[in-house]
């Protein structure tokens, strides 16, 4: 972050709504209460997974495939067994159970046995006694390959030989809106083919795990889980185990944009431990890291939108097709969203779009933040861009022109009944005081595309201002049963939540903290560490634990309240509803009654279990129309870059961001997940593109993987945040990670084609697509 930026970060939020007015308070909801592990972490003693130990540990290690699609003609392991210090290898051979699993559809192998159909499919792994033996024992595995053809091209997995059992494709959707046949008022068509490159969530902390036997005969795997209990269950089904045998254990989280463990080294961790008989542990490199872990998809959009001649839409068609990879993953999901989200925040009365997600050699994509969401984002605002060019108005004007609203319906048929404030959003951005120009002094060379050492000619800068509006759906969808269980237990003054919902980075363990402190005045409060012997809290993901675990918190937290009042009030003859808890005091409206909570518990144990679980869902059907999601997010950013015409290098001048959250719980907090979703979406606009030519990735390392760093961001202004709250969520707020990300890259590229006249119609945006050819005399 720049120093202006990041100096700026304890002044209060520009919001409008309920909490606008008034000093923010020292403790509950709406303070700013720092993590509680923030300390821990600033000064590197936090415990993640690769820091494990155990009496006994053994060293693990996975044979991965070099190549993206080859039949395995036969696996020689004899030499690796024979090494000294190797205590077990282990291939498909040595599952007990179910050979397959998957997020979405359990369609990928623990182990491949008759073909591998990505580069880095684990075929086989290794227990030593020390890491370095593990590794060499890997080494020693011969195994031979008879190469096939690989389906790299997702338009080619249409017609290729199927690459899985269950064929190619995965799922397709064929949405129908209104008549899509009606485009008799249309005066303008513009059209446009783009791509979406393979962003990587690259989490910076190692990918680690420890896996140790039970006395029982199961087994134990200490693993920085997001979703512990579907990483159990399907580490029992692997096993041959019943669920109650196999025990996960939350580790450390070292942040999370997406699915954050690979599930092709947590099940092996356990066979390992299993057959061993002893603790067992692995820490992946980087390129393992790269090569096991889900993607962004890349992703092929057609688009063609019809407008009257005032800019007003009347018909969009388009046609998405998302790369899975070589499993399906999360990819029936992310083509959900990106279909139901294709025409954008806003109100088009006709449309047909068609998505599809395909089985490719490529590696595998999955949940990252904003899946699907951010690709058509991309491509719908490169169309409304278009259009106005092509009509001679502002840009701005034209998404105005069109904005949704409260009451409209989307194209799946579904009436937001949300709020939806995208129109003063982008008001908000449009409207914000613009950047200075840089001037021509050596110091401000720096502020040159490229630096002084990589800058052209200061003439061949342009200054370009664009406009991105995201949306995402927050929880699950399509009938996703979406449900958290959690318990607060009070005793000697102080409380504790037990819930397994992961603390991933997006702030569920001080929003339990805050939420306790505000229901029941009690200042110290602790969450307990995860694992599956709690009731599930499902996945961290689409502000799932904000709503869904910070819920069952509070309604916990609501029932101890009654328990600890209902004495008072029948002493008093009065309702529990007259009475107030405030700074550890529990007073009644008259003031007859003013006594501490501590005095109150009289050494009493008080605890409750609740649960919260949203409004249900259904799928999408033949048509894709259905009432799919429970609540919407939208985010307006507003882009300026300087672009050297010549060399084609971008800076981001400055972001302005107006958000709908619904309601601030934290206002500390909810800069910072703001400010990480803009600068993800700063790396997929310019710098991140996992790159995997004939299917074999280059360059798995963050050398070769461009991540966006302090240097890299630009000044983030949060112009507005806007507090209308959402009457069916607990609090009222909303998830605010994963709409950023899905704007930000949008707005680049609108500024850059506003800069250069380019059409700019490929992410990351290569430094050809920023040049301009120069004027001839």
Not at 65 to 88: C, F, N, Q, Y
Not at 245 to 273: I, N, W
Not at 388 to 414: F, H, K, W, Y
Not at 727 to 740: L, Y
Request: charged share 20%; hydrophobic share 40%; net charge negative.
């Amino acid at each position: 972050m720049s120093n202006e930026s990041a100096a700026t970060a304890t002044t209060p939020l520009p919001s409008t709504g309920p909490a606008a007015d008034g000093e923010p308070p020292a403790i509950g909801l709406g303070a700013g209460l720092p993590p509680a592990d923030a300390q821990a972490k600033a000064e590197g003693v936090f415990p993640y997974a690769c820091d494990l130990w155990a009496e006994g540990l053994l060293w693990a290690a996975l044979l991965r495939s070099p190549h993206a699609h080859a039949r395995i003609v036969s696996i020689d392991t004899s030499a690796a067994r024979e090494m000294p210090g190797v205590r077990a290898v282990i291939t498909h051979e040595d599952v007990p159970g179910v050979a397959t699993h998957g997020r979405g559809t359990a369609d990928r192998p623990v182990f491949a046995s008759e073909v591998v159909r990505h580069h880095g499919e684990p075929i086989a792994a290794v227990a030593a006694d020390h890491p370095d033996t593990a590794r060499m024992a890997t080494a020693a595995i011969v195994v031979e390959y008879e190469l096939l053809d690989a389906v790299t091209d997702p338009e080619q997995a249409f017609e290729a030989e199927p690459l899985h059992p269950d064929g190619n494709l995965i799922r397709h959707i064929p949405l129908r809106h209104g008549d899509p046949a009606a485009v008799e008022s249309a005066a303008v068509v513009v059209e446009g083919l783009y791509r979406i490159g393979r962003q990587d969530p690259a989490p910076i902390g190692a990918e680690a795990g420890l896996a140790a036997p039970r006395p029982d005969g199961g087994v134990e795997l200490y693993i920085a889980s997001t979703d512990p209990h579907a990483d159990r269950d399907r580490a029992a089904a692997c096993y041959g185990l019943e669920p109650e045998r196999v025990k996960v254990v939350v580790t450390g989280v070292p942040g999370a944009t997406g699915d954050r463990e690979d599930p092709s080294f947590q099940l092996p961790l356990g066979l390992l431990a299993l057959r061993t008989g002893c603790p067992v542990k692995l820490t992946a490199t980087r390129e393992e890291s790269f090569l096991g872990h889900a993607h962004r998809h890349p992703t092929l959009l057609r688009y063609r939108h019809h407008a009257d001649a005032e800019g007003r839409l009347v018909n969009v068609e388009a046609q998405i097709l998302l790369d899975a990879g070589a499993y399906a993953d999360t990819s029936s999901d992310a083509l959900a969203a990106a279909v139901a989200f294709a025409c954008g925040p806003y109100a088009v009365p006709h449309a047909s779009i068609e998505g599809w997600a395909v089985r490719t050699n490529n590696p595998p994509s999955g949940h990252v933040r904003g899946e699907g969401a951010m690709q058509v984002c991309a491509a719908y605002e490169a169309q409304m861009d278009k259009l106005a060019r092509r009509l001679d108005l502002d840009p701005a004007e034209v998404r105005a022109r069109n904005i949704m609203s409260t009451g409209d319906v989307l194209p799946t048929g579904q009436t937001v009944t949300c709020p939806a404030p995208v129109a003063e959003l982008l008001t908000a951005v449009r409207e914000a005081p613009l950047p200075p120009l840089p001037k021509d002094s050596p110091e401000d060379e720096w502020l040159l595309p490229g630096g002084p050492e990589g800058a052209g000619e200061p003439g061949a800068v342009r200054r370009g201002v664009g406009y991105g509006i995201g949306m995402v759906h927050m929880l699950g969808a399509e009938g996703t049963d979406e449900v958290s269980t959690a318990t607060v237990r009070v005793h000697d003054g102080a409380a504790t939540v037990i819930c397994a919902a992961v603390e991933t980075g997006q702030g569920f363990a001080t929003l339990a903290r805050q939420i306790v402190q505000e229901t029941l005045g009690i200042d110290e409060v602790q969450v307990a560490p995860v694992d599956t012997d709690q009731p599930p809290a499902g996945p961290g993901c689409r502000g799932r634990h904000t709503w869904v675990s910070g819920g069952a918190v509070k309604r916990a937290a609501d029932m101890v309240r009654t328990q600890l009042l209902q004495p008072l009030a029948h002493k008093f003859g009065m309702s529990t509803e007259l009475l107030q808890i405030t700074d550890g005091k529990i007073t009644s409206y008259d003031g007859v009654l003013s006594t501490t909570v501590t005095e109150a518990m009289d050494g009493k144990e008080l605890w409750a279990t609740a649960q919260c679980r949203p409004h249900p869902t259904e799928p999408l059907d033949a048509t894709g129309q259905g009432d799919a999601f429970v609540g919407l997010a939208f985010c307006a950013i507003r882009a300026v870059v300087d672009v050297d015409t010549e060399l084609g290098s971008v800076r981001v001048v400055e972001l302005s961001v107006a958000q709908d959250v619904g309601r601030v719980l934290n206002p500390a907090r909810i800069r910072a997940r703001i400010e990480a979703g803009v600068t993800q979406g700063v790396g997929a606009a310019l710098t991140e593109n996992l790159r995997a030519p004939r299917g074999l990735l280059r360059h798995p390392d963050l050398t070769g993987y461009a991540l966006p760093t302090a240097l890299d961001a630009p000044d983030i202004r949060i112009v507005k945040l806007v507090e209308e709250r959402d009457v069916v969520a607990p609090f009222g707020a909303k998830a605010v990670s994963a709409v950023p990300v899905v704007a930000t890259p949008a707005a680049i590229a609108s500024a850059v084609r506003a800069a250069t006249g380019r059409p700019v119609n490929r992410l990351p945006i290569r430094p050809q697509a920023a040049v301009v050819a120069p004027q001839r005399g």
